[in-house]
């Protein structure tokens, strides 16, 4: 019954791998794009903590008023939305390799640190985004308010529970915490993707940012909610086989 069960993991774990991969290359992916909007983000409002506030030029392009629209928004707050996103960025480098289990077996005591890190970053960017949903006017409107809202106390139960969980030793629950609370932070990284696709067919649909920008959050955090929870119970049996005594792997 054994061998029969460890050929069954053989059999699933090929697959796994695969998926495994594929994840990691969208994580990363998400990651880097979550980063670059940081660094360019940062350098418009670097200038801005220097000289102060200054209104956008008008612009008779309509899709580049719109894109300076959005950034007057940020730039009337360069403060809050500078506590928000550069721990942002560590959150973004940070993130993935806490779940790295190469790192964590050879490395446990840095993973121990990082994690510290990482909380502290997540923390600050869990409490700054439900100010900015309070103090900062919308682009997206009540829609999209609700939704950063929302999402972000789930990201702040999360990450409470994975730390309760910890202090137990509860690893698995610690871990399962750790993945929703990851997911939702690395949903602002899809949300952009959206937003550029609900721009590049506004022409079609007619929708404009305080329509689209709503929907854009909304999708963004489902899909990643969504993505984490499938994650976790599909990896709970992997573990459960792994259990499987070695000499038993062998008759």
């Known amino acids: 019954m054994a061998s029969s069960l460890y050929a069954k993991s053989e059999r699933t774990m090929k697959p796994a791998r695969r998926v495994r991969r594929t994840l990691w290359s969208v994580v990363i992916l998400l990651a880097l794009i979550g980063i670059a909007v940081v660094v360019r983000r940062t350098i418009n409002l670097i200038p801005i903590l220097i000289t102060g506030y200054r209104p956008t030029a008008a612009t008779s392009n309509p899709v580049a008023a719109q894109f300076a629209a959005l950034d007057d928004v940020f730039a009337r707050y360069p403060v809050l939305t500078l506590i928000h ?41 869990g409490v700054s985004a439900l100010v900015m949903s309070f103090a900062m006017p919308a682009i997206g409107g009540l829609t999209q308010a609700v939704a950063t809202t929302l999402f972000a106390l789930l990201f702040l139960v999360a990450l409470g529970k994975a730390y309760r969980h910890i202090l137990r030793r ?31 067919t506004s022409r079609l649909s007619g929708l404009t940012p305080d329509t689209f920008f709503g929907i854009a959050f909304w999708i963004g955090f489902v899909l990643h909610l969504i993505a984490a929870e499938v994650w976790i119970r599909w990896t709970r049996p992997m573990r459960l086989v792994a259990t499987v005594p070695t000499a038993a792997r062998l008759e």
Request: charged share 10%; with cysteine; aromatic share 12%.
């Open 85 to 125: 996103i550069i721990p942002g960025a560590l959150f973004m480098v940070l993130g993935p390799l806490q779940f790295s289990a190469t790192i964590r077996a050879r490395h446990l005591q840095w993973h121990r640190w990082n994690g510290r890190i990482y909380l502290i970053c997540s923390l600050i960017i």
């Open 170 to 200: 509860e690893i698995a629950l610690h871990r399962e915490w750790m993945i929703r609370a990851f997911a939702i932070g690395l949903a602002v990284a899809t949300i952009r993707p959206v937003i550029g696709l609900f721009f590049a």
